[in-house]
Every structure is written in C-alpha cells, then in structure tokens.
C-alpha cells in the first residue's frame, strides 16, 4: 500500500503528467459548458407575443396576448420573456406591435411613460377622427377633452335640388351623431391645448372616436365641397351624468341625404 501510494506521488510529481491530466480536465469543463451552452440555445421556452396588431398607446390586455415556443437563439434584442410584465401595461407612443409580433422591452412602457397628449381608452374597433376647428368653433376653447358633443352638418343646397333653373341656395342644418366623447383638444403642432395653461395654444383639432359605420359617414360629408358642407360640434352636458347616454346617429335622414349625394361607398 505504500509503495502505490509513493508511486501516485511521483506521478503527480511528473510536470508532463501534471499538464496532460490538466488539458484533459480543461477538456472536459469545455465540452460540458460547451453542451450547456447549446442544449440552453436550442431548448425551446415559452415567449408571449401579440395575438391582434396593438396601437400606439393601447393599454395590453390578458387577451391580447399569447404564447409560443421558441429556442432562445432565435431571440434577438431585448425580448420580454414574462407575461406579467406586459399585461396592463401600454404600447409606446411611437409604435404599433404587429400582430404575431414579440413584445420588445421598448415597446411596452408604463402608463406614466406616454406623453401627456396620447390618445387612451376609447372602445375597441372605433376610429379616431381629427375635425379641424378653430378658437371660434369650440366656443372660445370651452371644449375641453372628457366633454361630449353633438355633431352637427350645415350644408348649401339647391331648392328642389338643382332640377329646375329656378332653383335657390337652401341651408340645410342637422344633427348628425349625439354624444361623441373629446379625447383630445390640440393645436396647429399636435400638442394638447390644455396641458400646460400658460401658454395659452390656441385650438385647432379636436380628437374622438366613432364606430367604422358613423367614421365613413362623417368622412363622406367632409368631402362634399359642392354643398359647402360644414361640420360643427355642439358642446352638451352629458358629461356631468352619472352615465352619459350612448354615442348614436341622429338623423337618418342626413345620413340618406349624405349617401345619396356621394359616391363613396363603405
């Protein structure tokens, strides 16, 4: 036993030994990193991605959101790999998450994050209108974004509708759709007329949301010059109810009026 133990000495003694068992063992530590390294790229884990195309600004619900397995050297940049850290946050003002898109750490931000003149919380599958007015037509900038307003057509129309040459200029004046929630109220530059009061910005476009249905409708309208159509909002007090009534067409008479005078089909 001694001599076993007197002979493993001196081969431990051995310089050349020494270094031949230590690029063994070099060996192996990499061979086993080295199949860590792979077995960890390739094995496929669990990442959340978009299941519908997410606007700018949209608050990201459970339902917007998936899974899929992917091997992590398919990842590149900084994927967010945790479902918990996207759901009820929002998507950046300066993107749009695609649908079947990864959620990128840049693109989902808290809501403190979004500038203070973003666009939030209309209902899904609306559209948003910007209509065009001036301190004069939101009644010395007393429309304010959270009021509701009517929105109103007044257009020039022939008596009898120009089948006779003794037709005459009439004014046509209708409400159109009741109850349209202001989201946002802006100057000429796209900043929010009332975020800051001491700079006194005068107005020039005033946001909300329609259905599809009552946004083609007023878009049509807008682009009758022939009858020098004109759309105004008139502020109501819907907003001081506890529940403002439902956002409605109001006339299906202007609305067959406007139909009738376009060619713009939906």
Known sequence: MGNLVTNFKKFLQNKNTVT???????????????????????HPISVPYAAEQIKAGTQITESMISTREVPPAMLDGEVILN?????????????????????????????EQLPGNIILDYPKNYVLYNLSVNTTSTYGNSIFPGNYVDIWLKAMVKENDGQTSNSSDKVMYGKLISNVKVLAVKDSSGQA?????????????????????????????SYMRTYSTEITLVPTNEGNKDEPGELELSSEAVKEWINNHTAWTD
């Open 20 to 42: 031949v068992i230590g690029v063994i063992l070099a060996i192996i530590v990499l061979y086993f990193a080295y199949t860590i390294r792979i077995n960890s790229a390739i």
């Open 83 to 111: 479902v918990g850290e996207i759901i009820d946050k929002y998507a950046a003002a300066d993107t749009v998450i695609p649908k079947g898109s990864l959620f990128y750490k840049r693109a989902v931000v808290e809501k």
């Open 193 to 221: 007329v009332f975020q800051n009061m001491d700079e006194n910005r005068a107005p020039a476009m005033v946001v909300f949301a329609l259905p599809q249905e009552y946004y083609v409708l007023l878009r049509k309208a």
